[in-house]
Structures are given as C-alpha cells and as structure tokens.
C-alpha cells in the first residue's frame, strides 16, 4: 500500500477597517461576508452612532486559509 501524506498549516490574518454607513446596508455587508467561500471571522465591530442615520463602524476580521 502507498500513502501519499500531505502537511497542511492553517494561516490567520487579521484585518482592521473602518466604513461609515446606513445599518441596512451595513447589514447587507455582513451578509456578504457570511456568503462568502472564504472562512472569514468576524472578531470585532463598533458602532458609533449621529443624528444623521449613517454609523461609523470599526471591524476587525479574520482570514483563514491552508498554508502547504
């Protein structure tokens, strides 16, 4: 018998961003990103509110990826 035999690393990397929106279309980029093929987690969101309906968020989320 043969076996073919693989190492995989799992590779994180973070990101930090900010974007000033309205909630529903902050909503609709959230769920954009759960859509998505890549493992992406979500680790951090702050909301700052105003009187004009449009929030400044700060996110922070994770890639992950196999690494040969």
């Known amino acids: 018998n043969k076996f ?3 190492t995989f690393k799992l590779v994180q ?3 930090s961003f900010d974007v ?3 909630y529903q279309n902050f909503l609709n980029f959230l769920k ?3 859509a998505s093929l890549r493992i992406i ?3 951090k969101i702050t909301i ?8 400044d968020y ?3 989320i994770k890639t992950f ?4």
Do not use: A, P, R
């Not at 990826?65 to 040969?68: A, R, S």
């Open 65 to 68: 990826w196999l690494k040969q």
């Open 13 to 15: 990397n973070t990101l």
């Open 41 to 43: 987690e979500i680790s």
């Open 4 to 6: 073919i035999s693989f």
């Open 48 to 55: 700052k509110s105003n009187d004009t309906g449009v929030y």
């Open 32 to 34: 954009d990103i759960e």
């Open 58 to 60: 700060s996110v922070e």
């Open 20 to 22: 000033s929106s309205n």
